[in-house]
């Protein structure tokens, strides 16, 4: 089925080959969606842009038809491990039949949120930690294998610079987080440095596979811009791309009030860097990289892999793109150094 035809109403739940990943669009004007993901138990994270009382996500609840218990998103959500602001499941331990259940009337305002439902098998096999986008408060200590942000909207993931350290970032949940990963996922960012970095994710989930267990101290946020640093690493990807190759394309995140429209991004450094660009594209139009700075323009195109673009002696760079909904999608990571 192809569910974008229904875009922006239309269910498009990502299925990932051990996990699944819900928005809005998923839940608003549907009654029932069934949780085949918890069939042999699952455990489920959610978060949302409101509190506990949120009116929308306290009648969206997850129901177990075996005890007839249910459980709102709006409560998943705020569940935190006191003292590490972790993200605690809502665990189903058992086999079952599950389901997310809209008690709410076809007339209620919805909200953005992210419901993230992952084996449970497979989760309790990997050492991860995950957080919240909106309370995310990590002190700086060694991480797990695999640390994840969850947030119902775009947002920010930043860290200074530390202990010397490499990791790679994904725009997946922590079991798709490693290299060859199930799903083969291509990564977001990765470096062998650590000059600290400020990732500004175009949909709800990020994980990070750090090499060596030295202390590190993570932030995240809300404040997504379009304006940018360009000293610090980043990418720039089209809103909900994740990058796997053995998922649909068609199945992305979206947000209440977002679409596939076209967008401009400024990146401005206060002293004169080398910028180098590495590029994935499946795009039909031109993605758009201008150095400011010296007025040169790249383009960048049809399916590729790997681009690269080099920027000398920059300070200020103009990114934009006209149009890249799905099946279409890419990413430009930016890695500055010294000019």
Excluded at 167 to 190: P, V
Excluded at 229 to 241: N, T
Excluded at 308 to 318: D, H, K, L, W, Y
Aim: proline content about 4%; aromatic content about 10%; charged content about 20%.
């Amino acid at each position: 089925l192809l569910c974008l035809a229904l875009l922006p109403f239309g269910s498009c739940v990502v299925q990932f080959s051990q996990s699944s990943l819900y928005d809005i669009y998923d839940f608003h004007g549907t009654k029932e969606v069934a949780l085949p993901r918890c069939d042999n138990g699952c455990l489920i994270f959610a978060s949302t842009t409101g509190t506990a009382q949120d009116a929308y996500m306290k009648n969206l609840v997850v129901h177990d038809y075996t005890s007839g218990k249910d459980m709102s998103i709006a409560a998943i959500s705020k569940q935190v491990q006191a003292g590490t602001s972790q993200k605690l499941p809502y665990d189903l331990a058992t086999r079952g039949r599950y389901s997310i259940l809209n008690l709410n009337s076809p007339d209620a305002q919805p909200s953005d949120v992210a419901v993230y439902v992952i084996d449970r098998t497979k989760a309790r096999s990997i050492d991860f930690e995950i957080y919240d986008a909106s309370s995310m408060v990590r002190p700086s200590v060694a991480p797990k294998n695999v640390v994840t942000v969850l947030a119902a909207k775009q947002f920010v993931v930043k860290a200074d610079r530390g202990a010397v350290n490499s990791f790679t970032a994904r725009l997946t949940g922590f079991e798709n987080a490693i290299e060859n990963n199930a799903d083969q996922c291509t990564y977001a960012y990765k470096t062998q440095m650590f000059d600290g970095f400020e990732f500004h994710v175009n949909g709800p989930i990020i994980s990070l596979v750090f090499d060596k267990k030295n202390p590190v101290s993570i932030q995240a946020n809300y404040n997504w811009l379009n304006v940018r640093d360009l000293s610090k690493g980043g990418f720039i990807a089209p809103p909900g791309f994740h990058g796997c190759a053995k998922v649909n394309p068609l199945q992305v995140f979206r947000q209440w009030n977002g679409g596939f429209y076209g967008e401009d991004f400024d990146l401005h450094s206060a002293t004169k860097l080398r910028v180098t660009w590495d590029i994935d594209t499946n795009v039909t139009q031109d993605v758009v990289f201008k150095d400011m700075t010296n007025s040169k323009r790249n383009t960048v195109n049809g399916v590729k892999k790997n681009v690269q673009i080099v920027m000398e002696n920059t300070e200020f760079v103009n990114s934009y793109y006209n149009e890249a909904a799905p099946p279409n999608g890419f990413i430009a990571r930016h890695t500055p150094s010294r000019a």
